[in-house]
């Protein structure tokens, strides 16, 4: 139950498409939802995470949408650019709860191709 | 800037030897983590802290021990190495509660022969 499953494993995109990053969880106790990037060689960074009373956050060409009720979120990268070549991990925690930790997906490595 | 600093980047050590992996922080944060990171596993949680002298176990424990005398200060410790912990080592801080970013360090990749 304390579960984030992250998909695909892997992900080769065109320059100037859409990458799509899935993630599902089942505590329903869930309530804080980032995305973390990750390049070579450097530790994983927050890029955006979103809280379940909004289905949608954007930053940039970075969102994050959130369905509750199928307990899934996803990101998604629009006009995917060489750059965004990473790996990404999505992650799940209880927001207001001391001493816990984020439970993180496997990751998905972003290739973007020119 | 927030940093998170783990003192070696790159770190060979033989079998059965005591193996110490710093990581200090600046930024007065409570939590401290650990998570090593393996290829196709994604990021596995070893130990984190919540305050100075306290401790959880994460996932993945075993062999390994952790100590916070100070609060910008996380130490891991590999009481006997072994060949199947060579890997790469994340140390992360956050401000308390589950809600709050995770800042990392660049990792140590650990090599045991």
């Known amino acids: 139950q304390q579960q984030v499953k992250q998909s695909p494993q892997s992900l080769i995109v065109q320059k100037g498409g859409i990458s799509i990053i899935n993630c599902a969880y089942e505590?329903?106790?869930?309530?804080?939802f980032p995305w973390y990037q990750q390049f070579p060689g450097k530790g994983p960074a927050l890029l955006i995470a979103?809280?379940?009373?909004?289905s949608e956050k954007k930053e940039g060409r970075f969102t994050i949408s959130f369905n509750k009720s199928a307990k899934q979120f996803s990101l998604h990268i629009m006009d995917s650019q060489p750059g965004d070549s990473a790996t990404y991990f999505c992650?799940?925690?209880?927001?207001?709860?001391?001493?816990?930790?984020?439970?993180f997906g496997k990751g998905t490595t972003l290739s973007v191709s020119s | 800037d927030v940093k998170v600093t783990q003192s070696s980047r790159y770190l060979v050590k033989r079998t059965g030897e005591k193996v110490f992996l710093e990581c200090v922080q600046d930024?007065?944060?409570?939590?401290m983590f650990w998570y090593r990171q393996d290829p196709g596993l994604g990021l596995r949680l070893i130990y984190f802290?919540?305050?100075?002298?306290?401790?959880e176990k994460g996932d993945i424990p075993e062999g390994y021990s952790v100590s916070r005398e100070k609060k910008e200060r996380f130490s891991l410790i590999l009481e006997s190495a072994s060949t199947n912990q060579t890997s790469m080592y994340l140390c992360?801080?956050?401000?308390?509660?589950?809600?709050?970013?995770?800042?990392f360090g660049d990792g140590t990749r650990l090599s045991i022969l």
């Open positions: 992360a801080s956050s401000r308390q509660g589950g809600g709050q970013p995770q800042h």
């Open positions: 505590n329903t106790a869930f309530d804080y």
């Open positions: 979103i809280r379940p009373d909004v």
């Open positions: 992650a799940a925690s209880m927001a207001n709860q001391a001493g816990t930790a984020l439970i």
């Open positions: 930024m007065d944060h409570e939590n």
């Open positions: 802290s919540y305050d100075v002298k306290m401790k």
